[in-house]
């Protein structure tokens, strides 16, 4: 039976980043094959978000599979035209050992590339990879296009929060990069910044949650908000679409139409949701902290992907997320 504009296996589809590319893909007739993490033994993940999504019950197959052991992805990407490769150990804390985190992540990318060329139907490979693999080097510049990356003795060095993590998509991304261009597999990646928006999955999103911190009155994280890139998340799923669906994309491409700054944040919930407590504007300026560099996307641009979200909306659509879902009082 023809299965419409192809099959295609999404990785981590219980994630934030994933759900919605899952969510897209099946609204523009694609048939879907996820994978999701077994849970402890006796328990059950909940996929009700994902298989109550329109087209689910016809289109979507849903697979159990691990990075820990990459074979297990081998039955989800059978018969697939192409692979958009989400799913990734996170560890902002460094709870684990950073080798632990390293190398699920490197080994689970490779061995699905492995499967990828073993299914012989896989015409390309997507990558998630992070803006976390592009800022953190020595260059201090206040803009970086895809020829940054990530320097991973800077970050042993400094070892600056999610450090492990941060080495871990950087050395992961360079390797599928590598494996795509001496096996012959068509192989790109793709950059996001903080990405923020609506959500259906199951969990408050890390991203959502570090972004709206003033809202959750998490000053942890104030000083990593003092400017920052960001993306929404549809747009983000769509570049991913985009870019598995371009006839010939090369390398990897930054998806961040725009930074913004804490204060820009704070103004923006003054004007809009004045129920909400905040730091005064003065105590907002005097808080210490990085300016993360803006992620350049001109690339993506040039290649004809158009972002449709502006900074103002994509903030607004979170932030409404998070009160219809209690998040948010």
Aim: aromatic share 10%.
């Amino acid at each position: 039976m023809a299965e419409g504009k192809g099959r295609v296996c999404v990785t981590g589809g219980t994630g934030f980043i994933a759900s919605i590319i899952i969510r897209n893909l099946l609204q523009e007739g694609y048939y879907v094959n996820t994978t999701v993490r077994s849970g402890p033994a006796n328990s059950k993940k909940d996929v009700s978000f994902l298989t109550n999504l329109p087209g689910a019950s016809e289109r979507l197959q849903i697979f159990n599979a691990d990075l820990s052991n990459p074979e297990s992805f081998g039955e989800s990407i059978v018969g697939c035209v192409g692979v958009i490769h989400t799913a990734s150990p996170v560890d902002f804390q460094v709870n684990q050992p950073p080798e632990t985190v390293i190398k699920r992540s490197v080994d689970g990318a490779i061995g699905i590339l492995k499967a990828c060329l073993d299914s012989k139907t896989v015409k390309r490979v997507v990558y998630t990879s992070s803006g976390s693999a592009v800022i953190h080097n020595r260059s201090g510049a206040q803009e970086m296009d895809e020829s940054y990356w990530s320097d991973v003795d800077f970050l042993n060095e400094t070892k600056q929060f999610s450090w492990s993590y941060a080495i871990s998509k950087t050395l992961a991304e360079k390797a599928v990069l590598e494996f795509g261009e001496k096996n012959g597999l068509e192989v790109v990646s793709l950059i996001p910044p903080f990405v923020l928006g609506p959500f259906i999955c199951a969990k408050l999103p890390i991203s959502v949650h570090t972004s709206l911190s003033l809202l959750f009155n998490d000053s942890d994280n104030f000083g990593a908000l003092l400017r920052f890139p960001i993306a929404h998340v549809d747009d983000l799923a769509r570049a991913h679409i985009f870019l598995f669906e371009h006839p010939n994309p090369k390398g990897r491409y930054n998806c961040s139409p725009s930074s913004v700054t804490l204060q820009e944040i704070a103004e923006f919930i003054r004007s809009k949701h004045p129920e909400y407590k905040l730091p005064s504007p003065e105590s907002i300026k005097e808080i210490k902290g990085e300016n993360i560099p803006h992620m350049n996307s001109k690339k993506l641009i040039d290649a004809g992907f158009k972002f449709k979200y502006g900074t103002e909306e994509t903030f607004e659509e979170a932030i409404q997320c998070c009160k219809e879902k209690g998040y948010l009082k």
